[in-house]
């Protein structure tokens, strides 16, 4: 492992090379990039999350903080290290301060491994364009989590009007214990009537406002057309916000499963006796993991959320996300959401929003002339082609 | 399967679980039993991959309660989990955990298992469904299947399924093998037995698929046009353990060579499967089992050895004739190798050289494709004298993987090209998460999935391949080697005779 205080993207691109040489063959397949983004308060978090997902699939694990964008001067600080503390894989965590950390895909870019998918999750709150972010046009998959965001459902209902195919969100993956527990339970009712099954319609007890619940609730429904409604647990729900789910079937008979807290769920039906399945609250790696498995849109997502959030047309949409530069520092408010550029009048306050200008000369005063404390020695000459 | 309104196609998130059953185990208390399956079977309820209604029931000669059963199963499935010990889900798994006491020819004791059965089905709606996994001595096959037939424990009905898992060795010889298979088709129809060959369970075994099949890159010089020859090693580092009441009957090549070796030939060999099916897969597989050849020179083309004593890994290591259990003039061999062709368009004239044995240097598996040379070569001879044959070698155990051996030129001023290898390592770190074979397989039976098993016209033609070779051995003496090395001489020489060499792994 190694740190380069106050350093370059290009000095960091090096030294992984450096280790790569060193290291012998630690790391031969990398099957795809995982850009994280975090706060300094969830780094931590984030980085076990992603060491333990990387143990399922091999991949580069480049994690970003973006710090104190309003510090005078912007400045790279990061970490690399291949079979290291973060996982057997490549793992280069930035910290960037200043203007530097809106232009933290300039570091990014050239980390990226050749040709391989890229996952941008956000373990924070992610824009509410994420097209305002580039780390999110470059990914082919985007991970959000509306299970951070303190108005979960006002989270979901963002995610659903930004929503192009290759979104997902981990409070849909939370709801994956639980789908494969209802889908198990309907079928040991079909298995012993001999014939299909129909759900006519159904509750879902624990809490409202939780992302996961609603979620699940929406994804009943799209499945099976009948109304369910997220209702008050009389208990404190678990960290999925689901303490039972009940479905009305055809015949006049109901299935109840309910999470005992003990990492299992107990499915009661009628003419048989209860039934006991795992349903262990899962980790975060583990979540993250789930989602690096496939990388393709996923259909029941976006149907689910439609339904959820009551946003249509959410499979037609192109999965071609295209940057718009937004620059918080003109915002107005934090969290409006960012404008584009050609909906913006000649009359708005704060004129034409900046579309991403061809050079960058001139359009970030500190980043081109903000000067490092110490010259840096593996800097290319001026006149060299950067590698 | 009845439609489920939740069920999607598009939803790959969803796990395959399999309908509500028992899984019945003769012979709970045997090693196969105590450090494979307890544990799969934990695994599959931790990972949540077990049906709603799921239920174990044991059966073994010795006197328990279901009390110290779960006792020895909790030990069983704790030592050798490989996912994370969660008390909780093994109190449940506990909860649906039977034993049933008794001997094989015991009619109480049968009767006893069928009422078992019969209340786990009203107290945790199994549904009828049940697997019987024989982890038994083939010799007591006959005994327990009639049993089973008796009580009525093995007929399928289009409300339940009842299947059988047998494990290898499918037989002695061809003879031996049809009238097992046929005893157990009597009992059970062919399509609900499960005849359990560990190493198709394997990610790298089912990579292989994928690698051939998947990719344009490899299929077009995936024949004889390319092909040089191909060499398949299973060695073992270990000796014969306590085995040597099974092991002095049976020897490496009924032991490995019928079974995995020639399982991994035919996967290698095989045509392109019509779907990825298991219909499909298996008849591509007996096409190749059917297409092998033997050596019209079997003196030289088919060796066997057997360890003497000797060094490995540091520590002296004991003779085959003087492990304990075995006939000091024993003759059964521990090492095999052969030349064998297949006689297909695809694969004329090339090849197929098997080894396998026990006390060899190291513990590996591995499927090595050995190209042609170029037709020609610009450079001076001297240029490339280190320059050897392409290869691609699949890694099917340990570091599981894929190698491309390709030439290179030496760094410097002069001209020269030298073997270089490229390592694909879906291995090592990562697959600690890759489920264990006995895991994937066991899931399969109770999915009903055949794609991974072989067909008993598969086990059969293996037989057909192994049985002259068997008859040319009996009353011969196998070649001796010391423990450590790569197998004797004549080996070697086998491949020698040809102008080539094994490839060390």
Known sequence: ??????????????????????????????????????????????????????????????????????????????????????????????????????????????????????????????????????????????????????????????????????????????????????????????????????????????????????????????????????????????????????????????????????????????????????????????????ELRRLDPDEPYAEALEVTTGVSGLAGRTGVRSHVWVDPAEQDGAGSGAVDAEQVDEGSPHGAAPTVPPTSEGTDEVALHGEHDTPDPTAPETSEAVR | MIPNPLRDPRDRRLPRVPEPCALVVFGITGDLARKKLLPAVYDLANRGLLPTNFALLGFARRDWGDQDFAELARDAARNAARTPWREEVWERLASSVRFVQGSFDDDNAFDELANALADLESSHGIGGNAAFYLSIPPAMFPVVLKQMQRTGMAESTPDRWRRVVVEKPFGTDLASSRELNELVDSVFSAEDVFRIDHYLGKETVQNLMALRFANTLFEPIWNGHHVDSVQITMAEDVGIGGRAGFYEKTGAARDVLQNHLLQLLALTAMEEPVEFSADEIRTEKLKVLRAVSLPEDVRTFAVRGQYEQGWLAGQRAR?????????????????????????????????????????????????????????????????????????????????????????????????????????????????????????????????????????????????????????????????????????????????????RRWRRP
């Open chain 1, 1 to 290: 492992m190694t740190t380069l205080w106050d350093t370059t993207g290009s000095a960091v691109v090096k030294e992984l090379a450096a280790q790569r040489r060193t290291g012998g063959a630690v790391l031969s397949g990398v099957a795809l990039t995982l850009v994280v983004v975090a706060d300094e308060g969830r780094v931590t978090e984030a980085e076990d999350a992603a060491t333990t997902a990387a143990e399922q699939h091999p991949c580069r694990i480049l994690v970003v903080v973006r710090r104190q964008i309003d510090a005078p001067v912007p400045r790279l600080d990061a970490e690399v290290s291949i079979g290291g503390r973060l996982g057997p894989g490549e793992a280069v965590v930035m910290r960037m301060y200043g203007r530097l950390a809106l232009h933290a895909e300039s570091v990014v870019l050239p980390l990226l491994a050749a040709d391989a998918p890229v996952v941008t999750w956000w373990h924070s709150d992610p824009p509410s364009r994420l097209t305002t972010d580039a780390l999110a046009v470059i990914a082919d998959r985007r991970i959000t989590d509306s299970t951070v965001a303190a108005d979960q459902m006002r989270a979901l209902r963002t995610r659903a009007q930004d929503y192009a195919p290759g979104d997902t969100d981990l409070a849909w993956t939370r709801a994956t214990g639980w789908r494969a527990t209802l889908t198990s339970a309907l079928d040991s009712v079909s298995g012993r009537r001999g014939d299909a099954v129909q759900v006519l319609g159904g509750r879902i007890e624990g809490d409202p406002g939780a992302a996961t619940a609603q979620l699940l609730a929406g994804w009943i429904q799209s499945r099976s057309g009948a109304r369910l409604d997220v209702v008050q647990a009389t208990r404190h729900a678990g960290p999925s916000g689901i303490d039972s789910v009940v479905l009305q079937l055809d015949q006049d008979e109901e299935v109840r499963v309910h999470a005992d807290r003990r990492g299992g769920a107990v499915i009661s039906q009628p003419y048989r006796p209860d039934a006991t399945m795992a349903l262990p609250d899962r980790s975060l790696g583990d979540l993250l993991g789930e």
């Open chain 2, 319 to 499: 003779g085959y004739r003087q492990e304990e259990g075995v006939d000091p003039e024993s003759t059964t061999e521990t090492f095999a190798a052969v030349r064998l062709g297949v006689e297909t368009r695809r694969w004329a004239g090339v090849p197929f050289y098997l080894r396998t044995g026990k006390r060899l240097p190291r513990r590996v598996t591995e499927i090595a494709l050995v190209f042609k040379r170029a037709p020609h070569l610009p450079f001076a001879d001297t240029d490339t004298e280190e320059l050897g044959n392409n290869q691609l070698v699949v890694r099917v155990q340990p570091d599981e993987g894929v190698t491309l051996k390709f030439g290179s030129k030496v760094p410097g001023s002069v001209m020269e090209v030298r073997d270089v290898s490229m390592d694909f390592l879906y291995g090592e770190q990562f697959t600690e998460t890759s489920p264990e074979a006995y895991e994937r397989l066991l899931l399969d039976v109770l999915l009903g999935d055949a794609t991974l098993f072989p067909r008993n016209a598969e086990v059969e033609a293996s037989w057909a391949v192994i049985d002259p070779l068997e008859e040319f051995w009996a009353g011969g003496t196998p070649e001796p080697y010391r423990a450590g090395e790569w197998g004797p001489r004549a080996a070697d020489e086998m491949l020698a005779a040809e102008g």
